[in-house]
């Protein structure tokens, strides 16, 4: 007789399952990175969109102020918003999910000046490539020579 392992079951029943009923809005995650030739650190959050959408969800909104109090009146913030081209993504949408992390940035007290909104080019697919990426660079390094 075959015996298939009880995992192999389990992994299938679960596959099988249905779908949630309710899908949150933005997966969000943060992230800190230390820069090879200082002790400074850099907040990095990451914000992540469902398909086609620039809306951010409570969670998401509680990550980008917490990045905000990372950064002080001389810090510059650095928006880098993505798109999904498997998804039917274009730049457009990357720039409304930078524009929509930008106004809460200004609404949680960060200048306009101070933020500076890219949109990636990268050819990226999935969960990864529908996010915006907020880095805190602190004065001490804004002051740095190129």
Same mark, same amino acid.
């Given at each position: 007789?075959?015996?298939?392992?009880?995992?192999?079951?389990?992994?299938?029943?679960?596959?099988?399952?249905?779908?949630?009923?309710?899908?949150?809005?933005?997966?969000?995650?943060?992230?800190?990175?230390? +820069? /090879?030739? *200082?002790? %400074? !650190?850099? $907040?990095? @959050?990451?914000?992540?969109? +469902? /398909?086609? *959408?620039? %809306? !951010?969800? $409570?969670? @998401?909104?509680?990550?980008?102020?917490?990045?905000?109090?990372?950064?002080?009146?001389?810090?510059?913030?650095?928006?880098?918003?993505?798109?999904?081209?498997?998804?039917?993504?274009?730049?457009?949408?990357?720039?409304?999910?930078?524009?929509?992390?930008?106004?809460?940035?200004?609404?949680?007290?960060?200048?306009?000046?101070?933020?500076?909104?890219?949109?990636?080019?990268?050819?990226?697919?999935?969960?990864?490539?529908?996010?915006?990426?907020?880095?805190?660079?602190?004065?001490?390094?804004?002051?740095?020579?190129?």
């Amino acid at each position: 007789m075959l015996e298939i392992p009880i995992t192999s079951i389990l992994l299938s029943a679960s596959l099988l399952a249905a779908a949630p009923s309710r899908v949150p809005m933005a997966q969000t995650g943060t992230v800190e990175q230390e +820069l /090879p030739d *200082s002790q %400074a !650190l850099l $907040p990095v @959050a990451a914000v992540f969109f +469902l /398909p086609k *959408s620039s %809306a !951010l969800s $409570p969670l @998401a909104l509680d990550i980008v102020a917490q990045t905000a109090r990372r950064a002080d009146s001389r810090s510059i913030v650095i928006v880098r918003a993505n798109h999904d081209h498997e998804a039917g993504e274009t730049a457009q949408i990357a720039a409304r999910r930078g524009d929509a992390v930008r106004d809460e940035l200004i609404r949680e007290g960060i200048p306009n000046s101070a933020i500076r909104i890219l949109i990636s080019d990268a050819t990226g697919t999935g969960i990864e490539a529908r996010s915006v990426v907020v880095s805190v660079i602190p004065d001490a390094l804004a002051d740095r020579p190129a």
